[in-house]
């Protein structure tokens, strides 16, 4: 009997002490606060990055991803061309322009230019501007900045085909981007 109370409180005894030390370490893991980092969008790698699209995610390899949807199909999702940085919101901070194609590699394409800033250090998509909806048509460049306004070059047509380009100048309202003037319509400069 005396040896079975030895070992109750023994056993108690060391249950208290692991929850006390257990305790113990679980503050010392919690980190100190961390100071505000002063981290730009330039520093984001958009060319590997993960992008959503449709409701699912595809992580990019230098600027590319490629899957095999039948054996004589392959679907392509790109970084179309190097992203842009500018103050597109007037808050003094640089958003990113990232311009992305998907579609059947070779085949029509559609193209999107994309508008990120930062929020809480990540990258957060601000707004889409459409460029190009199936076509088969790349263009040179599709996006210039210009005194916090994004100049964007679309594409037109039907059935796979360029009929005509608009180049659109838009500016942040606080909320989205709106059209500043009239379209300038042009012919197709396809490459």
């Known amino acids: 009997m005396q040896a079975q109370r030895l070992v109750a409180v023994l056993l108690i005894t060391l249950m208290a002490h692991a929850g006390a030390a257990g305790q113990a370490r679980s503050r010392r893991r919690v980190p100190a606060p961390a100071s505000k980092s002063v981290v730009g969008i330039e520093a984001i790698d958009f060319e590997n990055y993960t992008y959503t699209l449709e409701g699912r995610s595809y992580k990019l390899i230098g600027g590319y991803y490629a899957k095999g949807v039948a054996p004589e199909a392959q679907w392509e ?10 103050d597109l919101t007037g808050d003094g901070r ?38 190009a909806d199936a076509l088969s048509c790349d263009l040179d460049h599709y996006v210039d900045l210009d005194d916090g306004k994004v100049r964007v070059e679309s594409v037109h047509g039907r059935a796979g085909r360029c009929e005509h380009n608009e180049i659109r100048e838009y500016r942040w309202d606080g909320g989205k981007f ?14």
């Open 77 to 86: 999702l790109r970084v179309a061309e190097a992203p842009y940085y500018g």
């Open 94 to 131: 640089n958003e990113a322009v990232v311009v992305l194609s998907h579609g059947a590699v070779g085949g029509p394409h559609t193209v999107e230019a994309r508008v990120y800033t930062l929020r809480d250090g990540r990258p957060a998509q601000l707004f889409s501007f459409p460029v």
């Open 178 to 191: 709106m059209a500043v003037g009239d379209a300038k319509t042009m012919p197709c400069r396809c490459m």
